[in-house]
């Protein structure tokens, strides 16, 4: 069975500037989400979806994240602008449910800004 | 909020030994709690999941416990190997409607041969 497929690996781009990451899930898998991991910290949930539908986005910075999951298979991440404080990897997980599911995982995107 | 805390400092194991992990949390007992291992450069792996009402779960070399009066999980893996070297990181699922997990900053474990 194929993973979670996350593109591009690395990004690095200046502050004010955009940049979006894709996401492909493991086929079947309903629920996907988009998590950032600061170094030495653990993942946090950005935004969780289940089909095309938002779950939760609760820590999500609205005013310059967004993303978006049409279909209901892969799912797009973006930021504008960036900040240095978005410096991050950008994990990407699916799961075939919401409770007692392990999480599946991509190989994430490491964004430095600049 | 809840607070999760796991060793920051690397554990050194020798081979062969057992190596024990500590999740320790604050505030509410969680609906349930995973563990998943970390190599760098890659996105977490599952490994095992243990419900509250549960006190011990074992999947081949690795068991994982669960005290909600401690408010503790410890995570063991025997007879320890080189390969198991590796970030650990315990989740704790939050009793929403969607199990949000609430993720620990993980402890890097070293095995020396």
């Known amino acids: 069975e194929a993973g979670v497929a996350q593109s591009p690996r690395y990004k690095i781009i200046e502050k004010r500037q955009s940049v979006a990451f894709w996401c492909n899930p493991i086929?079947?898998?309903?629920?996907l989400y988009w998590y950032q991991q600061i170094l030495g910290q653990g993942p946090k949930l950005l935004i969780q979806?289940?089909?095309?539908?938002?779950?939760?986005d609760s820590q999500l910075p609205k005013d310059r994240f967004s993303a978006e999951r049409l279909k209901g298979v892969d799912s797009t991440l973006k930021i504008q602008p960036a900040k240095l404080e978005d410096s991050a990897v950008y994990l990407c997980?699916?799961?075939?449910?919401?409770?007692?599911?392990?999480?599946?995982f991509g190989p994430g995107t490491r964004l430095t800004v600049t | 909020s809840q607070k999760i805390e796991q060793n920051s400092e690397a554990l050194n194991i020798q081979e062969g030994k057992t190596a024990t992990l500590t999740c320790n949390y604050t505030?509410?007992?969680?609906?349930?709690l995973q563990w998943y291992r970390q190599d760098p450069g890659r996105g977490p792996v599952f490994l095992l999941l243990?419900?509250?009402n549960e006190k011990e779960k074992r999947k081949e070399r690795l068991k994982v416990t669960f005290d909600t009066t401690l408010k503790q999980s410890l995570f063991h893996i025997t007879a320890s190997q080189p390969a198991d070297s590796a970030t650990y990181l315990c989740?704790?699922?939050?009793?929403?409607?969607?199990?949000?997990?609430?993720w620990g900053a993980g402890t890097k474990l070293i095995i020396k041969p």
């Open positions: 989740a704790l699922a939050r009793r929403v409607s969607n199990y949000q997990l609430i």
């Open positions: 979806f289940q089909n095309n539908g938002v779950v939760d």
């Open positions: 505030n509410y007992s969680p609906a349930y």
């Open positions: 243990i419900r509250e």
């Open positions: 086929s079947g898998h309903a629920t």
């Open positions: 997980a699916s799961s075939s449910g919401t409770s007692d599911y392990e999480q599946y």
